[in-house]
């Protein structure tokens, strides 16, 4: 059985720090790409970061230089750290695990636009900045 399992969410005022987790259990964490997206009330869902098993990585331009995604597949846990953040960053945020270990170094910032990609997905975590 799959799981996605999210933490460390919560609320925060603009220009703090977050971290997000995700443990993940049931599948071969080792050859999964990884990604975090987000939504937002009234938005689609939208792509935050990815990374595959050997590291290859790539951000939204929107969090570009503000978080950091990051994976230890001895653990089979990810990470998000969160820097600077902003009111707009408020949202739901999913932890996804695809099929493929090379979708990041096949379609680059394009893996954020395909949630197709990613076929598990976490419960979601609120993340909350206030201005």
């Known amino acids: 059985q799959v799981q996605l399992v999210e933490s460390g969410g919560g609320s925060v005022q603009a220009g703090g720090s977050l971290r997000l987790s995700c443990a993940a259990s049931?599948?071969?964490?080792?050859?999964?790409?990884m990604a975090w997206f987000r939504q937002a009330p009234g938005k689609g869902r939208e792509g935050v970061a990815a990374i595959d098993p050997d590291g290859t990585f790539t951000y939204a331009h929107s969090v570009k230089g503000r978080f950091t995604i990051s994976r230890d597949n001895a653990k089979n846990t990810l990470t998000l750290k969160m820097n600077v953040l902003k009111p707009e960053d408020t949202a739901l945020y999913y932890c996804?695990?695809?099929?493929?270990?090379?979708?990041?170094?096949?379609?680059?910032?394009?893996?954020?636009?395909?949630?197709?990609?990613?076929?598990?997905w976490g419960q979601g975590n609120q993340v909350t900045v206030s201005s």
């Open positions: 996804a695990a695809g099929a493929s270990s090379r979708t990041v170094r096949a379609w680059g910032v394009a893996t954020l636009s395909g949630p197709g990609r990613f076929n598990y």
């Open positions: 049931g599948f071969t964490y080792s050859s999964s790409c």
